[in-house]
């Protein structure tokens, strides 16, 4: 695992707390208390928040890393392991913020195209990260924006057969299957990325977590601002955890909508591709999401290699009933057109 590591990190220490039980406490520079505790600086290593994690998730404590949304553990995955003009590779289309990140961080990105946006070439793509020599493969799986999903067997394969770190970031995982979350000690190469934004249903807290072997995240608590999580978003974090049932059941829900609305899209013949997540991707035109504003529907229309594609969100049984029939009565006025 040292051969990965920025040399700049290999000599530094992670920033550390005291933990010591306190009648008077005068060491931090805080101000005087007049909002409920507020205060006070968060917990440092959010451990009640790590040990509900670890609960949830059967990894050990020390093998978990809370963050601000997955946005804040790519970059620190990047400041460990990153050095200047080395590449980071993913597939493409993907997850906009991993080449934007990279390129913050004075790497180099490149992208592995799918087949059709939706096929994914596993020999191919091994072959694509050792020619350029990657130093860090990200892959968002179920991938955003298609939808689409790599299979167990195809990233086990990516991690015996590549010399990088492998980040596999699962943050639409709960609406799959397959999580690669249990690996994490069987290749030391694998990290794992979470968040709290898409089944838990709570993104506007902004919080996250990552999932390594103890000699990964020992490392990348080097890099880890002080304080980085604050105490409401561990907070919340913690209750969201304990209405398991409610989220499961939201989730349920997502996919027996998703399933619903990706008929309909298809009778329309608007080939959408078969979804693993909470969205789906379709062909549509460029007066589309513009018709749909004119009723104050938002969906996400792209441009580039994707222009002409729209990512709809799968929302409540009447949201989403609205939406596809405003789509299907523009099609209809097209034709009649």
Known sequence: MKKYVRKAVLDLKAYE??????????????????????????DNQAVKLIKALSYMTGKKENELIAGNGSSELIELILKTFLEPEEYVVSID???????IFTTIYNGKYEGYKLVDNRYFDTEGFIKFINETKAKIVMLSNPNNPTGSFIEKESIEKILIESDAIVVIDEAYIEFAKDSVIDMINDYENLIVLRTFSKAYAVAGIRLGYLAANESIVKYIKRVKSPYNLNVISQEIGLKALENIDGVNK???LIKEEREKVWKVLDKLGLNPIPSHANFILFQGDDKLNDYLKSFGILIREFGGDLKGYIRMTIGT???NEMV??????????KCQD
């Open 17 to 42: 707390v005291s933990d010591i039980d306190y009648s008077i406490k005068l060491d931090a520079n805080e101000g005087i208390d007049w909002k409920e505790g507020l205060n006070r600086y968060p």
């Open 93 to 99: 289309p993907t997850f906009s913020m991993y080449k």
């Open 250 to 252: 939201n989730i349920e």
């Open 317 to 319: 049984q009447e949201e």
């Open 324 to 333: 596809v029939e405003k789509i299907r009565r523009y099609y209809d006025e």
